[in-house]
């Protein structure tokens, strides 16, 4: 590998544990800090929260300052979600996800919604009801960074980058915990995605290669 290409292992991490930190916590550090200029306080609501982003961006939400929410489809998460760092857990099938969070927020909506499902339809009308009303905020920003009907904004709302920004150096911190869920070898391949498809795990799925 050309030396350009090459990152040094965080001090600390394995292997596996450095390959589950860079996709999730850079996605959902520039989701909540450069995009979404979330700061110390705001409510931030996170679907799909037993995922690997969805556990990064409850650790990036703690490290800011924020109340992470974390939605997940069944109970079966729950206590673990809760035990991961989410201040509150809304659980789908059983509640409405924009009821509840209004009654979270003190019927204020969420500040910042990440959506790591991207749902359309019903889900994306259930989120846009459970967001923040104001008119300086994000409604809601998928995984990918593409906004659903983004609101700009307000530049007085940008906040300093937080103390200890996640950066490979720093890394790991008690803020930045990569979490892997499970390891399979590249020969079994088809194995992990049905385990994907199982809707399971809780973290990172990690591939390796055997030497």
Known sequence: MPASAVLRRPEGLGAAEAVALWGPFVTAYGALVDEGHVRPGDFVLITAASSSVGLATIDVANHIGAIPIAATRTAAKKQRLLDAGAAHVIVTDDEDIAERTLEITGNKGAQFVFDAVAGEGRDARRLRRARHQGNAVPAVVRADHAAVQRVRPDPGRRPPRPRGALRPRRCPSRDVRPRV????????????????????????VVVTVGG
């Open 181 to 204: 869920d499970r390891t399979f070898d590249l020969t079994a391949i088809a194995d992990a995605h049905r385990y994907l498809e199982a809707n399971g795990q809780f973290g990172k």
